[in-house]
Structures are given as C-alpha cells and as structure tokens.
C-alpha cells in the first residue's frame, strides 16, 4: 500500500511539472518574443548541468566502490586466484583512467563549447596525425592486456600441473550437486545415463571395478588444502553453471560431455572464516547458468581441511561398494519406497 | 477507429477521379510508404518497449524485496503467478526471459532500426521509396504478428517460454524440465521465426535501396554516417539472422519430431530420455553467431544518429569521416568472428577461447577512435544543446562506461570469476540499454518533425534527458558492485546466500529505485511525444539547420519525397561552419563554389 501511494505521489509530481512547463510555454508565447528552436537560457541550463552530472557520475562510480571494497573480489583462496586477480587489477587500471579522461573531456567540452551568440565552430574536418595517435595508442595498450591476459589463461586452464591431482567428480542434476571421489586408485568407475535408476543416482557402473573405491557424497564436499584437484563436471539433465567463486572457478557442466576444472586450494575454511571476520563463512559451490525454478538454490557447501582433517574424513566416508551393499540389504525389505517419498517430501520443501 | 476508418472510406468514394487520395487502409495500416512504414515501427516499438520496461520494474521488487507482498504484482500477474503478492519464481524466469527477447529484438533491432532506416535511407540517399515498398510492407506486418504472438505466449497456462533470452537446450527444448519450455516456448520460437523473415526482408530492402537508388551525385563518399551505419547494420543482420533461423528450426525439431540435435544422454525427472549424439554446444554457436553480431545491429544505428546529430548541432563536420566509415565496417566484420567470447566458460576448447580473446580485444580499437573522433567534433563547436544533442553526449558517455567493461568481460582470464554474474548484466545494459536507447531517443527528437512535422517540445525533453541518464547511471553503475562480489545474475533470490545478502541488499535497493523513477521518467517522453504529435508547434522546412536531403522535403508527407524532380548532390554531408560561407551550414545541393576543396580536403 506505501509502494502504491509512493509511486502515486512520483506520478502526480510528474504531472505538476508537465502542467508548470505547459504554463512557462504559454507565458513565453504571450509575451509575443519569437523563440529559437533554442534559446541561450537553455544551453547555459544545460551546459551547466553537464558539469554537475560529472560529478554525480564519478561519484557514483567512486563512492559505493570504496564503501563496498570489502565485499568485491573477495581474498583468492586458489592458487591461481591471485593471478587473475592481478590480471583484474591491471585491466580496471588501465581502463579507469580511459573512462576518467575521456568523461572529463565530455563533458567538459559540453560545458565549454556550448553555443554562444556570435561565435561560430572552428571547421576541422581531420587530421591523420591525431587519427594516427588515438589507433597507435589504444592498440598497444591493448597488445598488452591480450598477452597478459592470454598467458593467465593459459596458465589456469591449459598447463598441466606439476603433482598428481586428486581426480572428484562434480555431478549436477535440477536442483542438486553430488560430489564423487575417485578412491584409493585416483580413478573413477565409468558410468551410463541409462544406469541412472533409482539409489544409483550418478548412473555408476557396479561391473566395473574402478567403481568400488569411489565415494559418493552430498550436502558437502571436503579438499585438502594445498593439493591438486581435478574436477570432472557432469549433468544429467539440462545445462548448469559450476561457480566457485572464491576459488575463481568456474564452468558448465554439460549433458553428454565431462568438462574439466583443475586448481588448487591454498587457504583452508578455519583460516578463511579468521580473514574474513565471520564464523559461519564457507566454501560454496553455487549453480551459475540459469536451470530451472530453483536455481537460484542450487548450492554445496566445501570444506577445505587440513591434510589430516580431510583424511580422517575421508576414512568415514562410505565407499560405492559398501554402500551398494547396505542399499540392496534395505531393499530386500522394501524400505526403499519409503526413503524415496522421503526425498520427495525433501525436494517438495525446498 | 472503426467511424474514422469509414469516414475516410466515404471520403475516399467522393474523390474518385483524385487517384493519388488514399484510403485509410491503405495509407495508415497496409501503407507502403516508407514514411508510414517507419511510424509504424516506432510506434509498435514503444509499445513494446512499455512492456518490457513494466517487467523489469516488476521484477526489480522482487530482487530488492525478495519474497514481500506488492499490490502492483498481484494487479499485474494475478493470484497465479503472484500468489499473494509474491512473485512466483517460474513467473520470474518469465518475466527476465521475455524482457530481454522484447528489448533485444523487438525494442533495439525492429524499433531503431526499422524506424530509421526506412526514414532515413530513402531520404537522405535522394530516393522517392524503398526499392520494393511492397516487401517494405510484408516487413512491418510480420514484426507485427510476430509481437501479438509474443504478447499472447504471456498468457498461456504453463506461462511464457522462461529459459533466459538465450534459450540454451536442453532447458528450452524439454518441457518436463520447467513450466516455460512448454506452451510458451513454442510460441517463443514461432515469433521468433516470424521476427527474422521480416529482419531479413527489412534488411535486403535497406540494402538494395543504398546499392541502387542514391541520386544523381551520391557517391558513396559522400553519404551521411547514419547511411552507412544503416547499411552495414543490414549487412550484418542478412547475414546472422538465418543462423539464427536455423538453430530455432533444429531446435524446434528436437522439441517436436524428437531428433537429437542438441539433446544426449539425459534424464528428467526420473525419465531416461531417447535422445543421443547431440551437442547444447552447437546451439550456443549458432545462437551467438548472430547474438553477436545482433549487438552491433543494435548499436551501430545509434552511433549513426549520433554521427550525424552531433555533427549538426555542434555546427561543425564529424571530425575524420572516412575513419568512422573504416570504424563502422571494421566494427561490422570483427562483430562477426568475437561470438566464442559468451562461451568461455561452456566447456569450449581453452584454446579457441585465446583465439575469440584475441579478437574480441581488437574492437576495442575501432570503438575508441570512434570515441575520439566524437570529442573533437565537440571540441571547439558551437554546441546547441537541443534535447537529441544531450541524448548523443549521453550515448558517447555510455558507451564509453559501457565499453571499457568489455575489456574485462572479454578476457578469458578475467571472465572465469565474472561470467553470468551482475557485472555482465551492468555492462550489456549500458550498452545496449542506454547507449542504444539514447541513439534511439536521439534520433526521436531529431526528426520528430521529418515525421509528423511538428515539434516535441524541448522543455520536456530536458527533464526526460536528465532523469533518464542520472536514474540510467544509477541503476547499472551499482550492478558492478554486485558483479564484482560475484552475485550470479537470474537469481530469484540472492536471500539463500549469507556472502551474497547482508550488507549489498542495500545495492538492490538503490537500483529498484532509481529503476523505478527512471521508468516513471518515461511517461514524461510518451506525453511529449503522442501530445506533440497533435498539439506540437508546426515545423519549418529545416528546423535544425541540416545540411542532408530529407530537409529538403517539404514538411507535409507527399509519396515520391519530393514534388519535381529528386535533387542533386553536389558535396558532402558535413560542410557545418565552413569558412566562405555566410550561413553555418551548407545544404548538399549547392555547388561547389571555384576552387574550393570537398569533403575532407581543407
């Protein structure tokens, strides 16, 4: 009811101001002056707000940044985090002061050059030097930023890493993320759409025995800090988007195809909730291309352990036999069913 | 309208020997005049553009309000979709799919383009039509039928297509997956169909007429910019829409006859789906393909009204014309090899992904001397601030903020921790949603009385300006923020998220506000415009002091443009301010005088 009336006031406002100009039109026209399409009165009025929009803009653009700077590009806790960031930095560098100097001369040369009587412009229909100057500056600044920019890319997406990583695979599905661990042997069982039925949510293969080590889990995933790992990204259904911002990571996971991640976490949750002054601060893995009516609720939480923390974690965790196992012990008695109105009755929830 | 419709019939009946009298039908709705074309365009345009700026208000209170009841969405969306209040999060996909669809296609590419080239080319290349007025015609009418069937996909059950206005499969193409990719993405895609038969009718015709049917003396060289930006801009849109065709086609095959040429290995909701050997990928190449491209159709138009306004009303030539005529078609054919830059992050080959950095960087190039060449034709001019002249000096501002972030979103590097979050949503709407719109606002006030030959009044015009971009700013500068503590964009709600609540609430609130005002602001243009349209003081011939063709028509709208003979041009556009000359403009029609230099030279 307030945002009603609010929005009423703003219109009924709006509606005073056209019939108050309708009035000044009108008192102009009585007075019998003849008007220029023009007039002086209306350069100087603007001309001058030119000069203070400036100074709106650049405050706009100057003050939220420093109020908010906290909360943007957040402290990298990848290995590879603190290059791009560099790489950010850089760039805003170099285009900041593009965007301060030409805004600048904008509007200063509105304010500036806005029409006075008996003046006349200056007739200067080209110069090849000054046309020559801003195509050599602009394309060495940007042969720069390309190599810079290129070599970090290269260097997080292309270069294999130096250790062994630990192979995880991160499998999507509306609206959920499951984490499967490639086991003792670092391989993952190879899997089939098709085997996806029922408990065996990831379509694993049982007959393959690179399975029987791989342990799944959901809700959360933990890393040890300091080790490679190797995301292998899998969907079942439709696209979504694997965002780990604070470790700068991202990428699609796509039906049909496994897309690859790799990086390595160097600062682990402990440490991080202390950097950034909140207890209940975690690692997130969130959905980042747009799939369906929940996805702005599509989320995994990942702890980043020390290497004893995650080892000790990772030895309470089932194994896929294991679990295969106590899955086919339930289903003899046909408890099954139940679990399964129970996830539905989860899913209904959220 | 229907007694007006019969009046003008009875009319028409009375005058049977005056054989250039028009009926109604003829004249207002199956006109084949490009003038009348071109109104039609604008004003479905703005209609369209009324709506889709009403759904981002809508959905701009659920982003600062998540989950609050509001009066305004139960009266728009209905218990359904706004059950108490509370927008429906299905309803939201909706609404930011359909918003974007509209302003991209409907707003930017059929409302800017359609209404100024067919104004413009005809007049300023000295033409008495477009080369087929007939085609001209069928153009509007599918734009048309395909904005009722767009309109009318808001109203069926399932709600409208709601997989963002890129449509990626699979989420488009299965309608288990959700709601919107039922019903109203069918329709999506038959609008969608029809949009592009008539882009591309519209476009031949831009094309053909520029080739064919410039008058005695218009060389290519000497054509205004806004000639040239409307006919590369037809190129592009010749060339990119049938991609565009094609990949809706397919993906209406996989939807309808159950082929596989964007689906494998899937299974929804518990059903294990027969399709196999397809690719999401491939869509998003065809898509981009023209997404890209469709950019700078969207663009380029609207730097070409501002070549030629400001040039007008800084009384003075576009500084270095020949090198905003290389920056137009280099911009055109680099438009066309950048697409991989909105498919960094899809599982594409890293190094493909250097290859599209590469090339996305080199555009910069080509924007900034435009950019350049902008400020020194206001340095040292005689700058008359009409309303148009204030929207170009916008334009030039916006597309300067709106363009450097495209060095950060093209770099491959940089784009890992900024894809699909607020940051690229700031950046494509200062391009496209203001530096565009303004060049659309621009050319509005510019040849308002070309079109209806009256004045928009100039006082309004200021208002409308100033609270446009201070409001314009004030919604997408803040976005960045957002963007840059990586807020993911088509989120209902950033409330599940305690990094992404809390304090930057606060920035959603500052931009629903000044979105909200911004889009109160509009009313103040749409009374300016339809009370102009009656009300408006009459026009002179030239009210601007241009130097181009279409002033020298006469202000009431003949068929043919001009009554005798289609004149002849004799120099180039831009001879503002040139010294020998009393006056401070030099129509094109007048011969050089002995000895003097044309165009460029001095």
């Known amino acids: 009811m307030m945002n009603c009336l609010i929005l009423l006031v703003i219109f009924l406002a709006i509606i005073v101001l056209v019939r108050l100009m309708k009035i000044v039109d009108l008192a102009g026209e009585l007075r019998g002056h003849v008007e220029e399409e023009v007039t002086h009165a209306d350069n100087q009025f603007n001309a001058f707000f030119f000069i203070l929009f400036m100074l709106f803009l650049f405050g706009i653009t100057v003050i939220p940044t420093y109020m908010y700077r906290n909360y943007m590009m957040t402290p990298p806790a990848s290995e590879h985090g603190q290059s791009i960031d560099n790489l950010m930095y850089f760039t805003f560098a170099v285009i900041g002061i593009a965007f301060f100097i030409t805004q600048t001369l904008l509007f200063v040369f509105a304010y500036k050059y806005h029409a006075k009587k008996d003046t006349k412009a200056f007739y200067y229909p080209h110069n090849n030097k000054l046309e020559l100057i801003w195509t050599i500056v602009p394309s060495i600044v940007l042969t720069a930023m390309i190599i810079y920019g290129l070599s970090v890319w290269k260097n997080v997406m292309m270069d294999a890493p130096a250790e062994k990583p630990i192979v995880i695979e991160l499998f999507s599905k509306q609206f959920k993320w499951i984490a499967r661990y490639a086991g003792t042997d670092n391989e993952l069982g190879s899997f089939s759409y098709k085997k996806i039925i029922g408990v065996n949510e990831l379509g694993i293969d049982s007959s393959d025995t690179r399975s029987n080590d791989d342990i799944i889990v959901s809700g959360e995933f933990h890393l040890p800090v300091n080790r490679q790992v190797e995301f292998h990204l899998r969907s079942q259904d439709v696209l979504h988007g694997a965002f780990m911002p604070y470790f700068r990571l991202q990428m699609n996971t796509v039906p049909g195809m496994t897309t690859m991640l790799k990086f390595k976490p160097i600062i682990t949750t402990n440490d991080m909730r202390g950097i950034m002054k909140d207890d209940k601060f975690d690692y997130l893995l969130l959905c980042n291309k747009i799939c369906g009516s929940s996805h702005y609720n599509m989320q995994m939480n990942i702890v980043v352990d020390t290497e004893a923390d995650f080892n000790n974690w990772i030895k309470e965790q089932k194994t896929f036999k294991s679990e295969e196992a106590t899955k086919a012990e339930i289903t003899k008695t046909d408890s099954v069913k139940v679990t399964a109105v129970l996830e539905a009755v989860k899913i209904e929830k959220k | ?602």
């Open chain 2, 1 to 602: 309208m229907a007694h007006q419709e019969h009046a003008e019939e009875h009319v028409h009946h009375n005058d049977h020997d005056h054989d250039h009298e028009e009926s109604f039908v003829s004249k207002y709705i199956f006109s084949q005049d490009h003038k009348m074309i071109s109104k039609q365009f604008l004003v479905t345009g703005m209609i369209m553009a009324v709506v889709a700026m009403m759904m981002s208000v809508l959905f701009r209170l659920q982003l600062a309000w998540p989950g609050e009841s509001f009066k305004i969405l139960s009266f728009f969306l209905g218990d359904k979709w706004a059950p108490k209040g509370v927008l429906d999060p299905n309803m939201y996909m909706g609404l930011v799919t359909i918003h974007g669809t509209i302003m991209v296609f409907f707003v930017l590419t059929a409302g800017l383009s359609g209404t100024f080239s067919n104004l413009l080319i005809p007049l300023q290349c000295g033409a008495r039509d477009m080369a087929s007025g007939f085609l001209n015609m069928l153009s509007y009418w599918f734009f048309f039928v395909s904005t009722v069937i767009m309109v009318i996909s808001l109203f069926v059950q399932d709600g409208p297509a709601s997989g963002g206005w890129t449509i990626y499969p699979p989420l488009s193409a299965l309608p288990t997956a959700m709601p919107g990719s039922g019903m109203g993405m069918t329709l999506w895609l038959i609008s969608m169909s029809l949009f592009i038969v008539s882009a591309l009718l519209g476009g031949l015709n831009y094309i053909v007429t520029v080739i064919n049917l410039r008058t005695k003396g218009m060389s290519m060289k000497r054509l205004p910019l806004t000639i040239w930006a409307f006919f590369v801009t037809a190129i592009l849109g010749v060339l990119s829409f049938p991609v565009l065709l094609s990949a809706a086609l397919l993906l209406m095959f996989d939807r309808i006859l159950g082929t596989s040429f964007y689906l494998s290995d899937i299974v929804v909701n518990g059903e294990i789906m027969h399709f196999e050997g397809g690719s999401p990928i491939l869509f998003q190449h065809l898509f981009w393909f023209l997404g890209h491209p469709e950019v700078y159709i969207v663009l380029l138009p609207a730097l070409g009204i501002a070549s030629e306004v400001i040039s007008n009303n800084s009384r003075k030539p576009i500084f270095g014309y020949m090198a905003m005529v290389y920056s137009i078609g280099v911009i055109g054919f680099l438009s066309f090899i950048v697409w991989g830059h909105h498919m960094f992050m899809t599982g594409m080959n890293p190094f493909i992904g250097s290859v599209f950095t590469f090339t996305t960087l080199l555009i910069a190039i080509p924007s900034a001397i435009k950019v350049f060449n902008y400020l020194t034709t206001l340095w040292k001019g005689n700058l008359r601030l009409t309303p148009a002249m204030l929207f170009c000096i916008g334009l030039v501002s916006t597309f300067i903020a709106g363009g450097v972030t495209g060095l950060v979103l093209g770099d491959s590097a940089l784009d890992i921790p900024v894809h699909d979050t607020y940051f690229v949503v700031a950046h494509f709407h200062i391009v496209m949603g203001l530096s565009a719109i303004f060049g659309m606002f621009a050319g509005i006030y510019h040849w308002f009385p070309k079109m209806y030959g009256r004045m928009m009044n100039n006082k309004l015009g200021y208002a409308h300006f100033w609270l446009t971009i201070v409001c314009g700013y004030g919604v997408f500068i803040p976005m960045h923020i957002l963007g840059l503590a990586y807020v993911p964009r088509r989120y209902y709600a950033n409330t599940e998220f305690s990094i992404f609540s809390g304090e930057l609430v606060n920035i959603n609130h500052v931009v629903t506000f000044f979105a909200v005002v911004g889009a109160i602001a509009q009313a103040i243009f749409i009374f300016n415009f339809f009370h102009s349209i009656y009300r408006g003081k009459k026009a002179s011939q030239n009210p601007w002091q241009g130097n181009t063709l279409e002033w020298t028509t006469p202000v009431e709208h003949i068929h043919g443009n001009w009554p005798g003979k289609i004149p002849e041009v004799k120099r180039w556009a831009y001879d503002y301010s040139k010294p020998g000359y009393e006056e401070d403009f030099v129509l094109q029609t007048v011969p050089l005088k002995e000895g003097e230099q044309e165009g460029e030279g001095h």
